[in-house]
């Protein structure tokens, strides 16, 4: 599969000295890749690092064979990065149709929300409900359905699973499993790591900053030493998550 994510040994973070470093990574199309680790791994840093969110970083960082490292935030959106954070996601006091509205598509705005709509009908029945009154997966719903938007190739997602509900997280791990099928590749970083890495192509292990392991999913949840470290039981975030 063609590779549209390259990272080649990319150090950032917030002042002289990086948080992350020496990182190289893949993400190819279509395809779910989950960042697992320690908490304090550097898990949420590089995942800003690729959006172009941090003061401080070297390396390559590579999307379609275009170089970001140089591009400010809104350049790299146009590229085909979508971005999902963990708080702050969507506008609490505007209503689900405002919080798309204000997004600056690619393409004809009003074609692409009408796409998103029907892609989330739950958005659709609650269109004119301000944000911060719709349920914690609605509002992950919506927080997609923003960063679609603007047609992506790959939509970063930084612990979307954050303060949900087991059945709430059920739902929206179901959103993230269909976002392969619309044509977007996924790179995730989520403290659910062993639920997250059961419907994952491949995933990274953190720690201190630095990938310790890389695999096929499959093969990172049949590690049992790495998994009793990093990955925790199914559906329980990790004890150092």
Do not use: C, W
């Amino acid at each position: 599969m063609k590779k549209i994510l390259v990272l080649e040994d990319v150090s950032a973070g917030y002042g002289d000295t990086p948080i992350v470093s020496g990182i190289h990574m893949d993400v190819a199309e279509k395809e779910i890749v989950t960042i697992a680790g320690t908490n304090g791994a550097g898990k949420s840093t590089l995942i800003k690092a690729i959006m172009g969110l941090l003061p401080m970083v070297t390396g390559r960082i590579e999307l379609n064979g275009q170089n970001l490292r140089e591009l400010p935030v809104n350049r790299r959106i146009y590229q085909g990065i979508g971005y999902v954070p963990q708080v702050s996601n969507v506008f609490g006091t505007l209503t689900v149709l405002e919080n798309l509205q204000v997004v600056e598509a690619v393409d004809d705005r009003k074609a692409m929300i009408d796409k998103m709509l029907t892609l989330f009908p739950a958005l659709a029945e609650r269109r004119r409900t301000q944000a911060e009154n719709l349920s914690g997966g609605e509002r992950q719903q919506l927080a997609f359905a923003r960063a679609l938007m603007s047609r992506p190739s790959l939509i970063l997602l930084d612990e979307p699973s954050a303060a949900l509900s087991p059945g709430l997280t059920d739902q929206v791990f179901n959103e993230v499993k269909r976002l392969p099928g619309l044509g977007v590749a996924v790179l995730m970083v989520e403290q659910r790591a062993r639920q997250a890495l059961e419907f994952s192509d491949r995933g990274y292990i953190l720690d201190s900053g630095r990938i310790v392991l890389a695999d096929t999913a499959q093969a990172l949840l049949q590690n049992q030493e790495m998994a009793d470290l990093y990955i925790g039981r199914s559906g329980v975030p990790s004890r150092h998550s």
